[in-house]
């Protein structure tokens, strides 16, 4: 069975956004050995434009065929005008305000994201999903999520969009591994416990 990976980049208290949602400072730790290390471990992950932009559009896929997000994560690329943020992924956007999508390769879930998402879990395949935000979908899909991997940014919000929104569900978890980059990035992959 593929499993449903939340793999999301967090301050050090938690915060995946400012009170409004942007993470915009965290991308300047997005370099050196950590940024080599995420395209050779989670290529799948970088946007569609980067891939292009840096000549890794023929990267093949190694861990992720899909990629969930909400709609305000989802909103971050509308607002630059990019419609299919991760068009080399099959692109699943949880949204009831969106009438339709604005991209082919964008299929809207409006109601029973966690059913939609079994039904994901259950396809044949070598790959897994990839949930990449935010906070209220994670929060949500809480019961669905198999694997953590937390990309903590040296960096203190003091509040914001906490990685699960305003859900309060004690769920254990197991750590499998911690990466540490010398910009000060530690990168730790958790597994559920059953």
Partial sequence: M???????????????GDVGGDATSMQ???T????DWLTAEYPDTLPSAYRAMNGLEDLPLKR?????QGRGSYQVGLDLGITSPYGHLREIVASRS??????????????DL?????ELKAEDGPLDVWLCGG???????????D????????????????????????????????KTFANGVMVRTYQRKR
């Fill in 2 to 16: 593929r499993k449903l990976v939340y793999l999301i980049a967090c301050s050090l208290d938690g915060f995946i």
């Fill in 28 to 30: 300047a730790f997005t």
């Fill in 32 to 35: 050196g050995d950590y940024l």
């Fill in 64 to 68: 992720f065929d899909t990629v969930i």
């Fill in 98 to 111: 969106l009438a339709r999508s604005p991209h082919p390769n964008v299929e809207l879930v409006r109601e």
């Fill in 114 to 118: 966690p059913g939609r998402v079994r």
């Fill in 135 to 145: 906070a209220e979908v994670a929060g949500l899909l809480l019961d669905e999520i």
């Fill in 147 to 178: 694997e953590l991997v937390i990309k903590t940014y040296p960096q203190v919000y003091g509040s914001g969009m906490p990685m699960f929104g305003a859900v309060f569900s004690v769920t254990d978890f197991a750590l499998d591994d911690v």
